[in-house]
């Protein structure tokens, strides 16, 4: 594995002839700023909560997602192209093993956040992706919803918060990349009453991207929270009358 030299700050390319390129930092705030409209704009227009539930069994659901995803993971890779080594600057790299045992335990860390906030701010709740009821002839678009959910969804945001947004706010310092980069993941999922769990979590993923030098920790730790979310409500779903003591399982 590689061995990190600055493990608390960025590094961006060398160019000392040069300023810093501002033109990712601007894609990336039109692209992100974009992300947080649509999102509020949709949540303003959902319908019933239990029939948004519903949609994890349903194929619909997951090819929708899957082309969102492609979409954001393609533009993200398309405005890494400003730099002299995109690869790198996103932070597709090797790191140390111990990184991905550390994003587990900071996933555990927003679990535990997660479930002692839920019965004050009902972010799960608000978030309408928990299934009324397990609809077992739909077990397969089930499954697939899952798989997006963990794999696809943390992918394409790790690439887009840890890997871009740090790297274009290199030149701002760790303190406002980090920080900048938590409040625009809280704001892009849509739910004012998440953005506290949300942001304490895209700390620790930052803080993890900056000592790894890598965005691969981030992904493993955002992937493990996501899977214990699908987790949760495939409970729910198959035991709906424990909804509201779902949370006293952590």
Excluded: C, K
């Amino acid at each position: 594995m590689e061995q990190t030299s600055s493990p608390t700050s960025i590094e961006p390319s060398p160019a000392p002839e040069r300023a810093e390129d501002r033109r990712p930092l601007i894609a990336w705030a039109l692209l992100v700023g974009f992300l947080i409209l649509l999102a509020f704009a949709g949540r303003a227009g959902d319908g019933d909560d239990n029939e948004a539930g519903q949609a994890f069994f349903d194929y619909a659901f997951s090819a929708t997602a899957i082309v969102f995803y492609g979409i954001m993971i393609g533009l993200t890779l398309l405005i890494a192209r400003f730099f002299p080594r995109p690869r790198v600057e996103l932070g597709l790299r090797r790191f140390p093993l111990r990184y991905a045992w550390l994003g587990l335990a900071i996933a555990v860390g927003a679990v535990i956040l997660s479930a002692a906030l839920e019965p004050l701010l009902r972010a799960g709740e608000a978030q309408g992706l928990t299934p009324e009821r397990w609809q077992g002839d739909r077990a397969p678009a089930f499954a697939l919803s899952a798989l997006v959910v963990v794999l696809v969804a943390p992918f394409a945001e790790e690439l887009l918060f840890r890997g871009l947004g740090i790297r274009a706010l290199a030149f701002a310092g760790s303190a406002v990349a980090v920080v900048v980069t938590s409040l625009a993941f809280a704001l892009v999922h849509g739910l004012l009453v998440a953005v506290p769990s949300l942001g304490i979590f895209a700390l620790g993923l930052a803080w993890l991207r900056l000592r790894s030098e890598s965005v691969w920790p981030a992904f493993v730790a955002h992937a493990a929270y996501n899977f214990v979310g699908v987790l949760v409500a495939l409970y729910i779903s198959l035991n709906p009358d424990e909804v509201e003591s779902i949370w006293a399982l952590f």
